[in-house]
């Protein structure tokens, strides 16, 4: 998904507008995390930019993509810029101690 969104429309409602728009973009990944994985791959990872323009867009995770939108709408932005792009991903095991020792810490 790459797509340039705009926050005030004639004749919508901005709240409405808000709420669809974040539905739009968690539809999305929900229908990307749906797709099956190719071999090798344990899960969907997704590649996200956020900007007010595509030019000036900026690498994010895609936990933050829901706060940045907020923080747009609080300056009242016109518009903002969002690439959302499904890649598979393959998980790293942890080294064999770790785990040891996150355990024994919790019972202190």
Do not use: N
């Not at 901005?14 to 968690?26: G, Q, S, T, V």
């Amino acid at each position: 998904m790459r797509k340039t969104f705009q926050l005030q429309v004639e004749g919508k409602h901005p709240d409405r507008l808000l709420e669809a728009i974040k539905h739009e973009i968690r539809k999305y990944i929900k229908r990307e995390r749906r797709r099956v994985l190719p071999e090798g791959a344990d899960f969907w990872d997704f590649d996200c930019k956020f900007g007010a323009a595509e030019e000036s867009a900026q690498v994010v995770h895609l936990s933050a993509i829901t706060g940045l939108i907020d923080g747009v709408v609080k300056e009242t932005g016109k518009q903002f810029y969002v690439e959302v792009v499904a890649k598979p991903g393959k998980r790293t095991p942890r080294p064999a101690g770790q785990g040891a020792q996150e355990e024994s810490s919790e019972e202190d």
